[in-house]
């Protein structure tokens, strides 16, 4: 069956300390990894979508990266406007998303 | 720049009611999702429609229905709300291939007393 699972499922950070965030996935014939940003009441906002294993992204404090097996979210130096929860979604052969219930994340000045 | 329109960000509904959450896109994708959010359960996919017209059950779509007469719009119908149904619900859209970027509305919080 497809799975996938993010942890830690919170995580506080002080400024400026780096972190990185997990995303497990079991996905027949994955089409595409993705990563978004969610504040709080509000929808998903896209940050990511990683196709093949090896394959990196940047964008601004944010990388994410992909293996066959996960992808990681890392978090260089963050402020606390990154406070946010951080979901991941992977796409297989069929027409829908799987998401993991994603990473609560909380930047402390 | 792309966009996904919920027609509204709050509603408050009485058990028993017809409840109406309408989606607008303006990508001219083929498909789109309803979701609903919960705490610690994530996103749970209710209904998506992949055409005008038509319609395919996802994870949990008892107590729902849905509506696509035109592509850019995609309709949730929840028949008689139940308390049971409050939460947060999110519409997306996506062009035809599984890997494209799926985009997301801002949400309906929905409270059902």
């Known amino acids: 069956e497809d799975q996938v699972t993010q942890s830690p499922e919170a995580l506080r950070l002080q400024e400026g300390e780096s972190s990185s965030l997990n995303c497990s996935y079991t996905?027949?014939?994955?089409?595409?990894l993705f990563w978004y940003r969610q504040d709080p009441g509000k929808g998903p906002e896209f940050l990511f979508t990683l196709y093949s294993a090896g394959e990196e992204k940047e964008k601004e404090r944010l990388k994410a990266t992909l293996t066959k097996k996960e992808s990681f979210l890392h978090i260089t130096a963050p402020k606390p406007e990154d406070s946010a929860t951080y979901l991941c979604?992977?796409?297989?052969?069929?027409?829908?998303?799987?998401f993991g219930t994603g990473t609560r994340l909380k930047v402390l000045a | 720049d792309v966009k996904v329109t919920q027609s509204s960000r709050y509603l408050v509904k009485r058990t028993g009611e017809k409840v109406f959450l309408e989606c607008v896109q303006d990508m001219d994708h083929e498909n789109m999702f309803w979701y609903r959010q919960d705490p610690g359960l994530g996103l749970r996919l209710i209904y998506f429609?992949?055409?005008?017209?038509?319609?395919e059950k996802g994870d949990i779509p008892e107590g729902y229905s849905v509506s696509r007469e035109k592509k850019e719009r995609f309709s949730l119908i929840l028949e008689s709300a139940s308390t049971n149904q409050t939460s947060m619900y999110l519409c997306?859209?996506?062009?035809?291939?599984?890997?494209?970027?799926?985009?997301f509305g801002a949400g309906t919080r929905l409270s059902v007393l």
């Open positions: 979604g992977a796409a297989g052969g069929t027409y829908k998303y799987i």
């Open positions: 429609s992949y055409d005008v017209k038509m319609k």
């Open positions: 997306a859209s996506r062009g035809q291939s599984p890997g494209n970027i799926q985009y």
């Open positions: 996905v027949s014939g994955l089409r595409g």
